[in-house]
T-cell receptor
Framework: AQSVTQLDSQVPVFEEAPVELRCNYSSSVSVYLFWYVQYPNQGLQLLLKYLSGSTLVKGINGFEAEFNKSQTSFHLRKPSVHISDTAEYFCAVSRAASGGSYIPTFGRGTSLIVHP | DADVTQTPRNRITKTGKRIMLECSQTKGHDRMYWYRQDPGLGLRLIYYSFDVKDINKGEISDGYSVSRQAQAKFSLSLESAIPNQTALYFC??????????FGEGSRLTVL
């Protein structure tokens, strides 16, 4: 079975400070990795994804994440946050299922709260 | 127009009623999903479908059923709604890698 662990349920930070949201996963098979963002009262949208290649991936709004296979982690970072980054962030992992398709599993989410 | 459309967006109903949430997509994807979101629990998979003739249970399928009427349509039913099914429900589609495209969500309240 696969699990996705987001180590912090809530991360408060001041505007213009750096932030890291942590994500670890357990899987014995090949995976694809994603971060999604959910702004208040909205649906989820993709921030960034790792499918293959460079382990450092860049996404929208200045976010980036690094895939670490040995530590099974995919932490999300931003060097300087804005008030508008206040949102819920979800890490997701897709694992290979029967027939070759990939099924996404989500972590419980991290609430990023940016204070002025 | 949105790529993934869910109806209704909000619904209040009573215990024991039958409820259907509908989802349609214009992404052209074969794969469609229904997720449930509860505070502090993230998104949990209810059902997924890889094509019209393929329906699979997710981790929390009890109390729910689905119908894949066409490649573009995937509906979720609650045959007899109960209060602990009060939640935000998301339909999503995906390409092969599992990158998801979400609808705006359907907020269901069961009294």
């Amino acid at each position: 079975a696969q699990s996705v662990t987001q180590l912090d349920s809530q991360v408060p930070v001041f505007e213009e400070a750096p932030v890291e949201l942590r994500c670890n996963y357990s899987s014995s098979v090949s995976v694809y990795l994603f971060w999604y963002v959910q702004y208040p009262n909205q649906g989820l949208q993709l921030l960034l994804k790792y499918l293959s290649g460079s382990t450092l991936v860049k996404g929208i709004n200045g976010f980036e994440a690094e895939f670490n296979k040995s530590q099974t982690s995919f932490h999300l970072r931003k060097p300087s946050v804005h008030i508008s980054d206040t949102a819920e962030y979800f890490c997701a992992v897709s694992r290979a299922a029967s027939g070759g398709s990939y099924i996404p599993t989500f972590g419980r989410g991290t609430s990023l709260i940016v204070h002025p | 127009d949105a790529d993934v459309t869910q109806t209704p967006r909000n619904r209040i109903t009573k215990t024991g009623k039958r409820i259907m949430l509908e989802c349609s997509q214009t992404k052209g994807h074969d794969r469609m999903y229904w997720y449930r979101q509860d505070p502090g629990l993230g998104l949990r998979l209810i059902y997924y479908s890889f094509d019209v003739k393929d329906i699979n249970k997710g981790e929390i399928s009890d109390g729910y059923s689905v119908s894949r009427q066409a490649q573009a349509k995937f509906s979720l039913s609650l045959e007899s709604a109960i209060p602990n099914q009060t939640a935000l429900y998301f339909c999503a589609t995906s390409a092969y890698t599992g990158e998801l495209f979400f609808g705006e969500g359907s907020r269901l309240t069961v009294l």
